[in-house]
């Protein structure tokens, strides 16, 4: 998916004072009112609140997000209502979204939206194109965005709706988002027995209705508009597939450090009972328990999968962190810019270009010269580069910790627990069970985030995660320190922070053949060297490599460097497969491992991701990156390379991952 910049909606009103789009001609919402439309024609188009009543959880697709009025009169729908499902999705697409600042001066027409308003405001992201997802009302309602254009976000979603907002310009104004392809596509990601409402009745939208397998009813519309359309779907082939149930919400998570945490966060926020088995005495001990670590994405020119993955991950580590931070402000961990430097001049302009082409907006991140970045370190630094203003900088330990501790009693945590392999019993459920095959727990649903012990833990799904040891140095901040005056972390080829408890953290090495666990000399001096390149104004010769405390910890990667994220893999099953849904799974059996150096950017959303893909909810990101994360990923590119010439093997990878 090429990289296109979006071009936000400019703040306008018509004579009578009704927000419009000058680029299309065409209003908001009705003359006769926006949240009374949103109520009748989207809300009383699809029989809610009553058609969610008794559902566990309850989705809904729009397409056009607009003033997010739709959204917010939903909202205030569920929260009024007591029969409501515990969780509601809504989903939506928007090519142009408006600004944080556009969106608080509309809503302010509305002041009884205000206290739900203010909370979308301020979970409303820099505008970049891709998905957000933004949690609201303490988890219980997800607000999913795709930013970008409708007809190239569509197939890349992943959902089964139960309703269907059919919302946007008016046909003659925008019919793209009217098309008989793009209606057909909503029927791909519709529920059998779903539901669709729109204030449009034009004659070419319900012949696209009725030919991509909608029932249409004709009801009386709002205020000036005599009709609107509803519909109800009919199964066909390709329909979306029915909620199935879950036999139990109790999981197993086997690992504490940052992968095991996000999990066990995620699933928990669901209701969910999860056990914690971690082998280490302690939480965050291997390397998740780094003194410090950065949060920031990757930026490269062609916008790649891990640039959208860095981008997306980012943005959901971000608003976690927000809400832990606001929950316990004594938190370890700040929010307030990271300097990505080049390492020369050449990389310095290549990064000047970058931002130039990709036209993303200076929030989110902006090209600073030497000059510039050197005033916001403050301290002298080597070369201008990439400034992130919202990059956030802690302790890895103590975010693993607020994560285990957010739903209390829904997550207990055995430490000096370790398992050594899974097997197991009759009814299906999985056992772990230590070394000497001891019984530890057992459950129908566990997640594997152990990284490299998931290797020999399960061999029937032949993973390969080597290992990648790293080094950092801890400098003591001394009064009389040298780097007393760092305002924000920098990093380029290495990285430094400010003081955090005391120190401050240096590094880090990477060496794919050393397995020594502790420090050595010349691990310090590969880091004071970085440091050197970093600020060479700073004198680090009173720095002796031979007395510098330090820390080691080993990383899995995986052969494309991308996590694993999703349902285990059978191998011994496997026989050729050369689609990604037919490869052979272990029931019930996930993994989250493969991190790397960016386990604060993957972990958070790649548990979204597993435990959306456990509750058969909209995934968080587009149909292509949770493809590029799958576990199965490698077993189906070999099967392909294997089999060029069946019919199946130039199947697009992006286009095989189903619910």
């Known amino acids: 998916m090429s990289f296109k910049p979006l071009i936000p909606a400019s703040l306008a009103y018509t004579d009578a004072g009704v927000p419009c ?61 007591l029969q409501r499902p515990a969780r509601l999705h809504f989903v939506s697409v928007e090519k142009h979204p408006f600004e944080r600042e556009s969106l608080s001066t ?65 046909p003659a104004k925008n019919p793209e988002m009217w098309s008989r392809h793009l209606l057909h596509g909503l029927g791909r990601l519709a529920a059998p027995g779903a539901t669709l409402a729109t204030w449009s009745v034009a004659s070419a939208v319900r012949e696209n209705l009725a030919h991509s397998g909608w029932i249409l009813e004709q009801r009386p519309g709002f205020g000036r508009k005599r009709n609107m359309l509803c519909a109800s779907r009919v199964t066909y082939r390709g329909a979306g597939q029915s909620l199935p149930s879950l036999p139990e919400h109790h999981a197993m998570v086997i690992g504490a450090g940052i992968a095991g945490a996000s999990i066990a966060e995620s699933l928990a926020r669901r209701g969910w009972q999860v056990e914690v088995l971690e082998k280490a005495p302690a939480p965050a001990t291997a390397a998740s328990g780094n003194p410090a670590g950065l949060l920031h994405p990757v930026l490269t020119s062609d916008d790649n999968i891990t640039a959208r993955l860095t981008r997306a991950g980012y943005f959901f580590t971000l608003a976690l962190l927000r809400r832990l931070m606001a929950a316990d402000p004594g938190l370890p961990w700040h929010i307030g810019g990271i300097l990505q430097l080049a390492r020369d001049s050449h990389q310095e302009a290549d990064q000047a270009a970058v931002v130039e082409q990709l036209g993303l907006p200076c929030d989110f991140v902006r090209y600073v010269d030497r ?45 000096g627990v370790a398992v050594a392999h899974l097997d197991r019993d009759r009814s299906g459920r999985w056992i772990a069970r230590d070394a000497a095959g001891n019984p530890l727990a057992c459950a129908a649903t566990v997640v594997i985030a152990t990284a490299h012990e998931a290797v020999s833990m399960l061999p029937a799904a032949e993973l390969n995660l080597p290992l990648l040891r790293g080094q950092l ?20 080829n290495g990285y430094v922070t400010p003081a955090l408890e005391g120190a401050h953290c240096l590094g880090a090495t990477f060496d794919s053949e050393s397995r020594d666990p502790e420090p050595d000399v010349d691990g310090h001096r590969q880091n004071l060297a970085r440091l050197h390149a970093l600020l060479p104004a700073l004198d680090t010769t009173p720095f002796d490599p031979h007395t510098l405390a330090g820390r080691v910890g080993f990383r899995t990667v995986t052969r494309d460097r991308l996590p694993l994220a999703g349902a285990m893999v059978d191998a011994s099953q496997f026989h050729g497969q050369t689609r990604l849904d037919r490869i052979p799974r272990l029931e019930g059996l996930h993994i989250l491992a493969g991190l790397g150096s960016r386990g604060l950017c993957w972990a958070p959303l790649a548990a979204e991701l597993i435990a959306s893909r456990i509750e058969h909810e909209p995934l968080p990101v587009e149909r292509d990156l949770a493809v590029a994360l799958d576990p199965g990923r490698f077993l189906l590119r070999a099967a392909r390379r294997g089999s060029a010439s069946s019919p199946d093997a130039n199947i697009d990878a992006s286009m095989d991952l189903h619910l």
């Open 21 to 81: 789009a000058p680029a299309y001609g065409d209003v908001y919402h009705s003359a006769d009112g926006g949240l009374e439309q949103a109520r009748h024609v989207f809300l009383g188009g699809n029989d809610l609140p009553a058609l969610w009543r008794g559902q566990r959880h309850f989705t809904i697709l729009e397409t056009g997000f607009g003033l997010g009025l739709n959204f917010l009169a939903t909202w205030q729908a569920w929260r009024e209502d």
């Open 106 to 170: 509309l809503h302010a027409g509305w002041p009884e939206l205000k206290p739900l308003a203010d909370e979308l405001q301020a979970r409303w992201p820099p505008l970049t194109p891709g998905v957000h997802r933004l949690l609201l009302e303490g988890g219980q309602v997800s607000l999913t965005l795709f930013l970008g254009d409708a007809t190239e976000l569509l197939p890349r979603m992943v959902l089964t709706a139960n309703a269907i907002y059919l919302d946007g310009f008016a």
């Open 371 to 415: 000059s510039h970045a050197s005033a916001l370190a403050g301290l002298a630094i080597s070369h201008g580069g990439w400034f992130w203003p919202e990059g956030a900088w802690g302790n890895p330990g103590a975010l693993c910790k607020a994560l285990l501790a957010r739903h209390g009693s829904r997550v207990s945590l055995r430490c």
């Open 473 to 492: 140095t801890i400098l003591p901040a001394l009064p009389e320190g040298r780097l007393n005056g760092l305002a924000m972390p920098i990093c380029g």
